[in-house]
């Protein structure tokens, strides 16, 4: 009678202490999930939640107002002739507007390309170095003169600054603005000298 006796006990013994640790594990385990939910970073805005009039750092004030190309020097592989006249505005909130309108034709042997339009963007520009953020407007083409094929849009153009995918670097001085412009591959295209108007 005592075996039984303490076979029972015995059973109700490691019963209770089943229930006990399936208790702790659930518990421990909705601590743990709980924490986890505690401590996850919060995820970042969506792109759409973003307002688009989001301050940007200030322009480099040298920049600020009207530049017009002077000078249009190819670069590398590139053999084009022309392209001066175009012009540059920056403004003190970061736009930066692209006037392709008065910009003389680029050729280079039998081909000879016209721009037109203008275009607006957002950018920064700080300690020599120039970035688009975003394209706000555009209606910038290019096309042969001959119009042989149709317009074809270019955003920001072949002039604007901190367009490159590479390099954005520049020079200012009271008079002058350098920069260099690349080709899609990021290879060096053209040197572009302006002067401020």
């Not at 750092?57 to 002739?81: M, N, R």
């Not at 540059?88 to 050729?107: E, W």
């Not at 721009?115 to 096309?143: C, L, P």
Request: hydrophobic share 30%; proline share 7%; with cysteine.
């Amino acid at each position: 009678m005592k075996t039984d006796s303490h076979s029972k006990q015995i059973d109700i013994s490691l019963f209770t202490k089943g229930v006990i640790l399936i208790l702790l594990m659930l518990l421990c385990g909705y601590q743990f999930n709980a924490c986890r939910a505690k401590e996850a970073p919060p995820q970042p805005p969506v792109a759409s939640d973003i307002p688009t009039s989001t301050p940007l750092p200030p322009l480099d004030p040298c920049l600020i107002g009207t530049w017009e190309a002077a000078t249009v020097t190819s670069i590398g592989e590139s053999h084009y002739k022309g392209g001066t006249g175009f012009t540059l505005t920056f403004k003190g909130d970061g736009t930066q507007i692209a006037d392709y309108n008065s910009m003389k034709p680029l050729s280079a042997e039998s081909i000879v390309l016209v721009y037109k339009g203008s275009a607006s963007g957002r950018m920064t520009a700080q300690n020599g170095v120039a970035k688009n953020i975003s394209v706000e407007s555009s209606d910038v083409t290019a096309q042969p003169e001959d119009h042989s094929t149709e317009p074809h849009h270019v955003q920001m153009g072949p002039g604007a600054l901190g367009a490159n995918k590479r390099h954005n670097n520049y020079k200012c001085s009271d008079t002058a603005l350098e920069f260099v412009r690349e080709d899609d591959e990021g290879r060096p295209f053209w040197q572009i000298r302006m002067e401020r108007r």
